[in-house]
């Protein structure tokens, strides 16, 4: 048994630090001594060094080791073939048992694609012949061309793995996401459906997803809920967390947080859609639980991008701006295609007065979750800030006529219309058809109690009010019958409306603003009540938080660090 063999073993064992100290002094014995290791032999130690490296989270140090061992290779196959040309017959065990060349390169894309060098692991791995490429590398090239925007590639490649591992669900899902229809995939896992017993769920499975990424959420509800019913897949923490996103994407968030925390309850150590859910709990005002939730998910991983989401909407819900920025720049480090931290960072910046920047970042989400209306939101939102009604109004024009004609979707359109007075009566009709498909719908109560104080309307102001709030209680939704019921006299009622409101988010300060007020003026006037609902714009964040930032110094010189945008 050689010494070659020895570190070889070593590194099956899972010895790196062992590995990596003896074949780093081999290598030098070898280059004071050529004749002292055969080509083949150094090969082999150039790919065991670069392993122990890698495992040392040195990645660009892998790379270059990786790099080297390659150039090594290419003598291995000279002095290969020179022996065979010169008789030298078959090629000995050891050759046979080298490292495999194809996976040294998927090791160097990997330490490309950690450094965030996307082009070059692209580069890296397009030089693998098709024929040659294992289901890994094609699933890591489709994974690079969707997020360089090479959409064919991507789609051939992700088409390429499920032809070898038919039931590769994630790249279905890769696949659905790029608007290939559910059916032409479902095809491809048609025999592995037939001939493998309990698989009759997996083309409900595909169908739900297809409904998921083509936006049709009610649907897509329907055929999870479906799923989740089946006693073979009830439970599935999977199901319950993309069940609870699609609800978040319908608006419906009471049903949402109740699917988040009962995939919790099912898995303690979940990660995964715990960005949405921290920035729904935020938004709803319970940011003790937020803090709580934040500092629970930081204790199982700090690696992934959800526990500094959360703690950025903690942050901008304390109306902290700057920290929000510099929390939501660190999850786009960890992981340039959280969405969630996009947002995060895009409203963020938006609140502080940088429209540009923040447009920049809505633009890139609505890229990555094409069916997610909370994008799109925030870029109207954007554009209504610099007074770009022109250009909202075309977004808002633009969702409305691919997405259908949806509750959201009109409610988007409306809230544009209302911003110019020549388009009011259209915003009210437009509010009209929305709450007809669906009276709960928080975004559309509140535009529509807007307008309805504008026009001085009280009466039915407090009506459609009492009436949302039959079934659900909703900050907002107290606060602003608070504002309707002292603008009919009724302050007793009101009081009782904003301490409704105050103990739903104590860090509401309408509502707050509004009780002292009353408390102040024993014998308070009729006035005109301007309401503002535009903490439920943009992109679901509280449009209408305000306020100085005494942290901003300090967070500002870190997230130049981070490299903002």
Known sequence: MSVIDHVRDMSSAGLHSNVRIMSSLLLTMSNNNAELFSPSQKYQLLVYHADAIFHDKEYRNAACKYSMALQQKKVVSKTAKVRTSTGGGASSPQAQSLPSEIEVKYKIAECYTILKLDKDAIAVLDGIPSRQRTPKINMMLANLYRKAGQERSAVTSYKEVLRQCPLALDAIIGLLSLSVKGAEVASMTMDVIQSVPNLDWLSVWIKAYAFIHAGDNQRAINTICSLEKKSLLRDNVDLLVSLADVYFRAGDTKNSILKFEQAQMLDPYLIKGMDVYGYLMAREGHLEDVEVLGGRLFNISDQHAEPWVISGCHSFYSKRYSRALYLGAKAIQLNSNSVQALLLKGAALRNMGRVQEAIIHFREAMRLAPCRLDCYEGLI?????????????????????????????????????????????????????????????????????????????????????????????????????????????????????????????????????????????????????????????????????????????????????????
């Not at 691919?402 to 009011?424: F, H, K, Y």
């Not at 949302?468 to 009081?495: I, K, P, T, W």
């Not at 509502?511 to 301007?530: I, W």
């Not at 903490?535 to 981070?562: K, P, R, T, V, Y």
């Open 381 to 565: 939102d954007c554009y209504l800030a610099s007074n770009g009604i022109r250009e909202a109004m075309g977004m808002a024009n633009n969702i409305y006529k691919t997405l259908g004609a949806n509750a959201q979707t009109l409610t988007i359109l409306a809230t544009v219309c209302l911003e110019d007075p020549v388009t009011q009566e259209k915003a009210k009709a437009l509010l009209d058809k929305a709450l007809a498909q669906r009276p709960d719908y928080t975004k559309a109560v509140v535009k529509k109690a807007e307008l309805l104080s504008r026009e001085q309307k009280y009466e039915e102001g407090i009506s459609l009010l009492r009436s949302a709030l039959a079934n659900q209680s909703d900050c907002v939704l107290h606060r602003m019958l608070g504002d309707f019921l002292v603008a009919v006299n009724d302050y007793q009622e009101a009081m009782d409306q904003y301490s409704i409101a105050l103990s739903l988010d104590p860090n509401d300060q309408k509502s707050l603003e509004g009780m002292q007020k009353m408390e102040k003026e024993e014998s308070p006037t009729d006035a005109t009540v301007e309401l503002d609902g535009d903490d439920m714009e943009g992109s679901g964040e509280d449009g209408d938080l305000e306020g100085s930032d005494s942290e901003a110094a300090q967070w500002a010189d870190q997230e130049q660090w981070f490299g903002m945008q």
